[in-house]
């Protein structure tokens, strides 16, 4: 037992300071994996009930078994992902796009695991995202304390994307290695927190935007005086080596050390002026009818970063907004949106950025912290789910509209 006088928070996550009180020493990390057990079976359970109901309206035509279940969560890109850990990059002009920690995870993964890479990515998969739930809990846990961690981790699977954590794709890695790079930092384990970010720019290119909040938050631990800064700060240099690494590779293997990018040119990737992408997913919807594929796509994914822009804001005004040491965490929000707001994918504006706003992890603690209030966390729940379970469907079918 110790007697403690640390400061608190409120169920808003506002910190206040508690009296004496003793209470016993326990493991940071121990709440944090059972909240992330907790939520990772829960939605488990609730993604095998939907994928076995999702063929009920086949009629009976079709009778799935687990491994077809398997396939279907392996749609779009995650057949890249799964190509790739198999056979190399050597498989297509568009390949070199997929980053390569999580098809090199896959391939590890395959050696000892049976049942194939399909399997093996769905272990990496869920690995990861178990993982990424108790590293945000513990991000939550150290800045708003228990009760927004709690809620953030459950709003981060309820999200209507949240299954993409657990299928195999590579959200989940990323979010992991993204959100423990920002934790490792806010602690001050530089070097920590630069290895991730690097495994984070091996996992997808947008892994450098780390550089941004970790130098922010870098500075204001250390200050802003040439004479205060230590070599730790070199930590914060290495979040790049990840490209830098696969753009050897890329050298290497595949001729050109910008091979990555080209192959972007495959998949009609393009930038735009910030906000110009949204502007034209805006564009492309509205001159068709409201239940038109185009218009539901451009609803999905403006709507939704349109949202997570709004949230964004309440971070920095109003009754739930961040204290002046946590603007790293809107930092990393803003850029991550503002990049989706800027990309164009195959003709489509902001293809996928439904999925991609799980990054801005700014707002999924501010939504926490709303959710205090009972209506608005049984809200964020039950919406959330229930569009998760539709979008779960959606993809099973293979149609575009969620890849």
């Known amino acids: ?10 169920q808003a996550g506002i910190r206040t300071v508690a009296p004496e009180v003793a209470e016993p020493v326990r493991s940071p990390w121990r709440s944090a994996f059972l909240v ?55 498989l297509g002009p568009g390949f070199p796009a997929f980053f390569p920690l999580y098809p090199l ?5 395959d050696v000892v695991l049976p049942g194939g890479a399909l399997v093996s990515a769905l272990v990496v998969a869920n690995a990861a995202g178990y993982g990424a739930l108790a590293v945000l809990y513990r991000l939550a846990d150290h ?58 720019s091996a996992t997808r290119l947008f892994g450098v935007l780390l550089m941004a909040p970790l130098a922010i938050e870098y500075l204001r631990q250390r200050g802003w005086q040439p004479r205060r800064i230590r070599a730790d700060v070199l930590g914060i240099a290495l979040v790049p080596l990840g490209v830098v690494a696969y753009s050897i590779y890329c050298l290497v293997e595949l001729g050109s050390p910008l091979a990555f990018s080209i192959a972007q040119d495959q998949w009609g990737r393009r930038y735009t ?22 218009t539901l796509a451009a609803i999905l994914d403006a709507g939704t970063v349109l949202v997570a822009a709004v949230l964004l804001v309440l971070c920095v005004v109003g009754p739930y907004k961040f204290r002046r040491d946590q603007m790293y965490l809107v930092v990393q929000g803003g850029l ?21 706003a799980m990054e801005a992890v700014a707002v999924f603690l501010v939504l926490a912290r709303m ?21 779960l469907v959606i993809f099973m079918a293979g149609t575009w509209l969620v890849a």
């Open 105 to 109: 995870l896959i391939h590890i993964f």
């Open 336 to 356: 991550t949106l503002l990049l989706l707001m800027s990309t164009e994918v195959g003709g489509r504006a902001m293809q996928s950025s439904a999925r991609y």
């Open 371 to 391: 959710g205090a209030r009972e209506a608005v966390d049984r809200s964020v729940l039950v919406a959330g789910m229930a569009l998760h379970a539709v979008f």
């Open 143 to 200: 800045e708003f304390g228990p009760g927004v961690a709690r809620r953030a981790a459950w709003y981060l699977a309820a999200f209507p994307m949240g299954f993409f954590l657990f299928i195999g794709y590579n959200e989940s890695l990323f979010l992991l290695l993204a959100v423990g790079a920002l934790y490792a930092g806010r602690r001050g384990h530089w070097w920590l927190a630069g290895t991730l970010g690097a495994l984070s």
């Open 1 to 10: 037992m110790t007697i403690t006088a640390e400061p608190v928070h409120d």
């Open 36 to 90: 992330a057990l907790a939520v990772w079976s829960a939605t488990v359970v609730v993604h095998l009930t939907v994928s076995a109901l999702a063929w009920v309206p086949r009629g009976g035509k079709i009778t799935p078994d687990l491994w077809q279940v398997v396939l279907r969560w392996n749609s779009w890109d995650a057949g890249h992902y799964v190509r790739i850990a198999e056979s190399g990059y050597h």
């Open 273 to 294: 002026f910030p906000g110009e992408a949204w502007l034209i997913a805006v564009q492309q919807g509205a001159g068709h009818g409201l239940l038109h594929r185009s």
